[in-house]
């Protein structure tokens, strides 16, 4: 499936489409856990990065998000979100932040985690991003929302994560190949 638009957006429907089938929350495969599930990141930036380089933010961050939550590889829901400059007011609330215009605001979206987690994650982020993507502690700004297996809807109006329909997907498209 391809989204209209700019190929960012497919890359991101990709991943959602490519995950269906390995996604873990209630009814998951041996051996993980709730907490192994991928959380949803939506990226707010300031227009004019290229392809190569929202490639770049969107594979850094995932790899943070791997190494910091322990989620499955193939487990990827990203996207992303261009504005105009003066669409972001990203002040530093008096701890005299001094941000860019290379400013990245993740929102995250997940099932609950740790204070750990959530830190190691934060610094995973500021560590991938600061070294592939060069962007400054400074422009990283992360905020988490926790929620649960009822709130995802992936498609068809069922929370596939408590059915079990995602497993049952996984199951019957491993068995086609």
Not at 93 to 114: D, P
Not at 137 to 153: C, F, G, K, L
Request: overall charge negative; proline content about 3%; charged content about 25%.
């Amino acid at each position: 499936m391809r989204l209209p638009g700019p190929s960012v957006r497919s890359w991101a429907a990709d991943a959602m489409l490519s995950s269906l089938g390995t996604a873990t929350h209630s009814h998951h495969p041996e051996g993980e856990t709730e907490r192994d599930s991928m959380p949803l990141l939506r990226f707010d930036l300031i227009e004019g990065r290229d392809e190569q380089a929202i490639k770049s933010l969107l594979d850094a961050a995932h790899r943070a998000v791997v190494k910091a939550l322990g989620t499955p590889e193939r487990d990827r829901f990203q996207i992303v979100h261009q504005h105009r400059a003066h669409e972001m007011v990203i002040q530093d609330v008096g701890l005299g932040i001094e941000r860019s215009q290379n400013v990245v605001v993740i929102s995250i979206t997940s099932n609950k985690r740790t204070q750990e987690q959530k830190q190691a994650l934060y610094k995973a982020l500021m560590d991938e991003l600061g070294e592939h993507c060069a962007l400054r502690p400074e422009d990283i700004m992360v905020s988490v929302v926790d929620n649960t297996s009822a709130d995802w809807s992936i498609a068809f109006g069922e929370a596939q994560y408590l059915t079990g329909r995602l497993r049952k997907i996984a199951v019957s498209s491993s068995t086609e190949s």
